[in-house]
């Protein structure tokens, strides 16, 4: 018997609920999602105002010179203080652009979780379409007339209880019909 490969039987049920579930999770992942954009966007804020406050005072002290002449403690401090800032001001930076990074990431793992749910709900819903379809075309053949022949049901197949029930009810028109 050849593999039957086509995953959509029936495309209203499978869809609608391929598209029901996913939107459930979309929902709340886009929950999550705002709550995590918002928490990065005001941390980012607040990172770009501490880099400018720090940048003013910095900048402000190397104007100021309270002693009047610069000594070289004074000079020494000041270098020392510039190489902190410079990195403070360097992890900042890092900090800021690893948070939008974030952002980027987790908005491209809630689109490739979509895709694969997607994926497995089209799969699962098609072991419980499959035998639904396979019964609906014997119960016409029924109706025109015909006496289907049914066959087993793959082994991944749902609904296998209800199918073996309608065969035993082919079975049993079948005798009487004899």
Same mark, same amino acid.
């Not at 002290?61 to 000079?75: F, K, L």
């Not at 690893?98 to 490739?112: Q, S």
């Given at each position: 018997?050849?593999?039957?490969?086509?995953?959509?039987?029936? &495309?209203?049920?499978? !869809?609608?609920?391929?598209?029901?579930?996913?939107?459930?999770? /979309?929902?709340?992942? !886009?929950?999550?999602?705002?709550?995590?954009?918002?928490?990065?966007?005001?941390?980012?804020?607040?990172?770009?105002?501490?880099?400018?406050?720090?940048?003013?005072?910095?900048?402000?002290?190397?104007? /100021?010179?309270?002693?009047?002449?610069?000594?070289?403690?004074?000079?020494?401090?000041?270098?020392?203080?510039?190489?902190?800032?410079?990195?403070?001001?360097?992890?900042?930076?890092?900090?800021?652009?690893?948070?939008?990074?974030?952002?980027?990431? !987790?908005?491209?793992?809630?689109?490739?979780?979509?895709?694969?749910?997607?994926?497995?709900?089209?799969?699962?819903?098609?072991?419980?379409?499959?035998?639904?379809?396979?019964?609906?075309?014997?119960?016409?053949?029924?109706?025109?007339?015909?006496?289907?022949?049914?066959?087993?049901?793959?082994?991944?197949?749902? !609904?296998?209880?209800?199918?073996?029930?309608?065969?035993?009810?082919?079975?049993?028109?079948?005798?009487?019909? &004899?």
């Amino acid at each position: 018997m050849a593999k039957r490969t086509k995953y959509l039987i029936d &495309k209203g049920f499978q !869809l609608r609920t391929a598209f029901s579930i996913i939107g459930v999770v /979309a929902a709340v992942s !886009l929950i999550i999602l705002s709550t995590i954009a918002a928490s990065v966007v005001y941390n980012n804020e607040k990172i770009n105002n501490i880099y400018q406050i720090e940048d003013n005072i910095f900048q402000g002290m190397q104007t /100021a010179n309270v002693n009047g002449q610069p000594d070289e403690d004074y000079r020494s401090t000041v270098a020392m203080l510039t190489k902190i800032h410079d990195n403070n001001l360097n992890n900042i930076n890092k900090l800021a652009e690893y948070n939008r990074y974030l952002l980027i990431a !987790l908005i491209l793992c809630v689109i490739f979780q979509g895709f694969i749910l997607f994926i497995m709900i089209i799969r699962i819903t098609h072991r419980i379409s499959g035998p639904i379809y396979v019964m609906s075309n014997y119960i016409k053949e029924i109706i025109n007339g015909d006496m289907p022949d049914p066959r087993p049901l793959r082994d991944k197949d749902e !609904l296998k209880k209800f199918y073996n029930l309608f065969v035993d009810l082919v079975d049993s028109i079948k005798e009487k019909h &004899k």
